[in-house]
């Protein structure tokens, strides 16, 4: 007899090719993909190429920043054989589900959306296009598509997922169970400052630290991080905020060093010092990514094949749920189509 398999979990979530991935999206939601897949979880990565065009109209870069995002996952250790990495817009039942899904959202249901109210803000454009108002929908069929148990998010995301879940129990109920409602899951560290220590760290306002820098543009960002006034190393993000995000951030490329065990290794020395040994511990994290990004972004066939075959397994199961849905909602036409 087959020895009764556990229920293998399936995460799916994924990233915008427009730019440079960094420390932020690595703490948000890189770290916990990792840990899924290397505990055996079916893991699908959607690199969201329709989603780059909801906020600008210049997309003369997209294939090399599709490319630079892909070589960021395998830069982290994310491994092909193991997880999916796909495209959006190669994947037409997405853009079918999504479709079925905007007839089963409210346009309430999105007003009340703060990410798409903070983004219309930073978006240079002046009104609301209808794709960016409707993303979150479109967002919805990404996930749904895939019917997956946990979707490992930043904060941000949080209203999108909500929204998904709201929508899948909406088609269950009109059409029989088809969708699970997926989970959100939230990182347990707390989200990175920029080196400003101003917002969040983000590739907009220019305060991060790439997964792809240089060490030299690491030793130099760091050097010109923000500080607070004092000079004691201690972690307190309420008195010193810049200071207590610099000590976050040595915890997270030290593999989760205690922040109080980081901090007393600093009892008596002054920031300079401190930034020096952030510097050095920020550089070791990063090069190992450097060195294999460095090798496969020198063999584009191997890239484009791991390209190709992950979108390929992707539609397959995109397949496979449309399947599903239109044999739920009478869209399947049998003996016609
Ligand atoms: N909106 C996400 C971001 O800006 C990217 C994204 C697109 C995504 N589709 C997704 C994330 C599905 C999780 C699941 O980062």
Not at 122 to 130: H, I, R, Y
Not at 230 to 247: F, H, Q, W
Not at 309 to 335: C, D, I, Q, S, W
């Amino acid at each position: 007899m087959e020895p009764l398999a556990q229920k293998q979990i399936r995460c799916l979530t994924g990233d915008r090719p427009t730019g440079p991935l960094h420390l932020g999206h690595y703490v948000g939601s890189l770290k916990r993909r990792l840990e899924l897949q290397n505990s055996g979880a079916e893991v699908f990565v959607i690199i969201a190429d329709f989603q780059v065009i909801t906020d600008r109209t210049d997309t003369s870069r997209l294939e090399e920043n599709v490319f630079d995002v892909l070589l960021d996952y395998l830069a982290v250790g994310i491994d092909p054989k193991k997880t999916t990495i796909f495209l959006q817009s190669r994947v037409p039942e997405l853009a079918e589900l999504t479709v079925y899904f905007s007839n089963l959202v409210t346009l309430p249901q999105i007003e009340r959306n703060p990410t798409v109210k903070e983004e219309l803000r930073s978006a240079k454009m002046k009104e609301m296009t209808l794709g960016l108002f409707s993303y979150p929908v479109s967002q919805a069929a990404d996930i749904l598509l895939f019917r997956p148990d946990v979707v490992p998010v930043g904060e941000d995301q949080l209203p999108h997922i909500e929204l998904t879940r709201e929508i899948a129990a909406r088609f269950n109920v009109a059409y029989g169970e088809v969708f699970p409602l997926p989970k959100p899951e939230l990182s347990t560290t707390p989200r990175l400052l920029g080196l400003d220590a101003g917002k969040k760290m983000s590739k907009s306002l220019g305060n991060t630290i790439n997964l792809s820098d240089s060490r030299e543009d690491i030793l130099k960002k760091i050097k010109t991080a923000m500080t607070d006034s004092g000079r004691e190393i201690t972690y307190d993000p309420v008195t010193k905020p810049a200071l207590s995000n610099l000590l976050t951030i040595f915890s997270v490329v030290t593999g989760g060093r205690r922040l109080d065990s980081i901090a007393r290794d600093f009892a008596g020395k002054g920031y300079a010092e401190f930034k020096t040994a952030l510097g050095e511990a920020v550089d070791a994290f990063i090069a190992p990514l450097r060195e294999r990004r460095a090798a496969f972004a020198g063999d584009r066939a191997t890239l484009v094949r791991i390209l190709r075959e992950g979108t390929y397994r992707a539609r397959e199961e995109g397949m496979k749920t449309m399947r599903l849905v239109r044999r739920a909602n009478h869209f399947e036409y049998p003996g016609i189509f």
